[in-house]
């Protein structure tokens, strides 16, 4: 029998020339896979917007307590942009972790699962001491837990600015003027409060802790800023929390009856909520420590106020009127002489513009389905510059 070699040697060449090919096709297919999945992990990265860089003798440590809710959120945004280092610390009782998701993750930032309720123990600069249940229908739902949170919280808030000689700054309320007497109000008016109406539990533990603020100042030294805050409205308001800008947007938007409690000539007076952050951040980086107006002396009734957002949705849902709230003010309008004189702040934004952007927000938000589906609301107006990166997971992102 005759062996052939040449064409076996010829056989085994093309066999192992096959074999190698296939062997490199199969590692290009995996290296193709890994880069893929490298993308993919990639896009799903949070990219974060730019922040100014300060240096360790202009950059603070920054307590914002309450931070996941409506004001604290956007408080947040322009410290965390001025380059401070930010955490917050919230028990999520009224507030969402949405509202800041997107700093979460960076080197500035840190959030904390915390009932100030409890004491907290940590190094920082500045405190905002915001928590509290704002609404009506939040701090009237558990009445005892907002007391608590106004008096013994605020003695936790103190005594960590006594420890390490931090700043405070109360986020006090136009609510601890009650139906008032005077108006418009001034910081010198001292109020007209049920002491026990269903309203007593927010506005006397907020005038508790605004006296709890002067007894530390005074006895222990601390520094301390008492913001008055009035009406505040615009993106990240709780859907469901009963206020009257929430309110009529949610039922114009869905074409529901806009529900009027009383007569409607009861007046209010609201500000955009950048206007008031302008206002805190001004007012903590003062030098005035006696209880501050932050609000828009703009007034409207609450019937005037149901019209125009009814117009500005395009509506055609009915008004309709129902009994008046117990303790209800009736006119409600700070006299910001203070704010205008000391920080040189009032209000810049027009309620239309305002407005405007909070039907947005909430027309997005009744959009949204599905978990993974995203509602951001960052302010174009604190970005640095025009090109700062967008948040990678947002679906519904306006900006």
């Not at 909430?362 to 970005?383: A, T």
Request: hydrophobic share 35%.
């Amino acid at each position: 029998m005759v062996i052939h070699l040449d064409g076996i040697l010829s056989s085994l060449i093309i066999f192992t020339f096959i074999h190698i090919f296939q062997v490199i096709n199969g590692e290009e297919n995996r290296i193709s896979s890994l880069e893929k999945r490298i993308q993919e992990l990639e896009a799903r990265q949070q990219q974060y917007p730019e922040v100014t860089f300060l240096t360790y003798k202009d950059r603070k440590r920054i307590l914002v307590t309450g931070g996941a809710g409506f004001v604290g959120s956007h408080l947040i945004d322009r410290l965390m942009l001025e380059g401070h280092e930010v955490i917050v610390a919230d028990n999520f009782f009224t507030g969402r972790k949405r509202n800041i998701e997107h700093w979460i993750g960076h080197e500035n930032f840190e959030l904390i699962n915390h009932d100030i309720v409890n004491p907290l123990y940590i190094e920082v600069d500045q405190i905002y001491h915001l928590a509290s249940p704002a609404s009506p229908l939040h701090y009237m739902y558990n009445p005892v837990k907002t007391i608590k949170v106004n008096t013994m919280g605020t003695i936790n808030m103190l005594g960590l600015a006594r420890r390490v000689r931090a700043r405070l700054l109360f986020a006090s309320t136009s609510e601890v003027y009650g139906d008032p007497e005077a108006h418009p109000q001034k910081e010198t008016y001292f109020g007209n409060v049920n002491p026990f109406g269903p309203r007593s539990c927010y506005d006397e533990s907020k005038r508790v802790a605004e006296a709890t603020c002067y007894a530390y100042a005074k006895q222990e030294g601390i520094n301390i800023r008492i913001a008055r805050i009035f009406n505040t409205y615009g993106p990240r308001m709780h859907m469901n929390d009963g206020r009257v800008v929430s309110n009529f947007i949610l039922q114009a938007l869905q074409n529901e009856p806009i529900t009027v409690y009383g007569h409607g000539k009861q007046t209010r007076s609201f500000q955009y909520v950048s206007d008031l952050v302008d206002g805190l951040i001004s007012l903590m980086n003062s030098n005035y420590s006696m209880p501050m107006n932050l609000g828009n002396p703009d007034e409207y009734t609450i019937e005037q106020f149901a019209f125009k957002i009814k117009d500005l949705v395009g509506s055609k849902a009915p008004i309709v009127y129902k009994d008046p709230v117990v303790d209800d003010p009736k006119q409600r309008r700070p006299d910001i002489t203070l704010a205008k004189s000391w920080l040189n702040w009032e209000p810049k934004v027009l309620i239309n513009d305002g407005l405007n952007k909070t039907i947005a927000y909430f027309r997005n938000e009744l959009l949204v389905k599905h978990h993974s589906e995203r509602n951001v609301f960052f302010p174009n107006e604190w970005l640095h510059t025009s090109d700062v990166p967008r948040t990678s997971t947002a679906k519904n992102i306006e900006l």
